[in-house]
């Protein structure tokens, strides 16, 4: 679902290919180990920066569901990939080339799916996406 923010700021909702997923837990199509593969970089960022989610998990429905919020673009350059406060949002995908992806984790059962993307580029959502985003951003991801 594609849509404008009064602002103008475009931005792609995924609660239905979210909620799809855990459908498709519910009744057995997908293993629990499938939607709960959380990505270990992806999971060390939302321990420490994550944001406190508006929901609990929907899977282990543990209070401990954050939300992450990060920015690609070349432009960029070093801050490439990386995390940003969700209130820079708008300051980011103001910048031409630049894309923002908002992502929820559990960090107790390591649930995660894409929430929002924001900005030029765009992402087809599936189980792994979350996971090709960082792939996507560790060559030019700093060490600091
Ligand atoms: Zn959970």
Request: glycine share 6%; charged share 25%.
């Amino acid at each position: 679902m594609q849509s404008d923010a009064p602002d103008g700021l475009g931005w792609i909702d995924y609660t239905m290919a979210r909620r799809s997923v855990l459908g498709d837990l519910a009744c057995g199509r997908v293993s629990r180990t499938e939607v709960c593969d959380c990505h270990p970089e992806l999971m060390r960022v939302a321990r420490y920066q994550g944001e406190p989610a508006e929901t609990e998990c929907p899977v282990c429905h543990s209070d401990a569901n954050v939300t992450v919020t990060f920015a690609f673009g070349d432009r960029l350059a070093r801050r490439n990939g990386r995390m940003i406060p969700p209130q820079e949002i708008e300051a980011y995908v103001a910048v031409p080339g630049v894309s923002c992806y908002t992502v929820e984790v559990c960090t107790d059962c390591s649930w995660n799916h894409l929430l929002r993307s924001h900005g030029a580029v765009t992402l087809t959502h599936d189980a792994g996406a979350v996971t090709r985003i960082l792939k996507a951003a560790e060559p030019s991801r700093d060490t600091d």
